[in-house]
């Protein structure tokens, strides 16, 4: 399954990324991932270092996404300043979370507005 990925900017340099599928219960998973990967470095060259990635729609998530995040994250913090914030609504992706440990590396909000507000 592809999913969509888009992005948009928002006030203050903010840019939100939107992962969107074809369907409800949406995975980033391996085959998925790509996409997402090439969005977040080619934002974080053009300069765009204040990213929410909005997985809203996302349902399940395994490592392969997760690495995606990290290496975003990671690309972002490497510029001063950078952040890379989730929204993420499903308990299942955010139990994933939990359990690797990255709650304490992510800012997670419940929404967009949320995320955009304390970036």
Known sequence: MQLKVSYEDQRDDITVVRVDGESQGDVLLFDSAPELRHMLVQLAEEG????VVDLSEVTDIDASGLGVLVGGLKRVQ?????SLSLVVTSERVRAVLARTGLTRVFRLHDTVPSAVAHA
């Open 78 to 82: 490497h510029f001063k300043g950078g």
């Open 48 to 51: 765009r270092l204040l990213t």
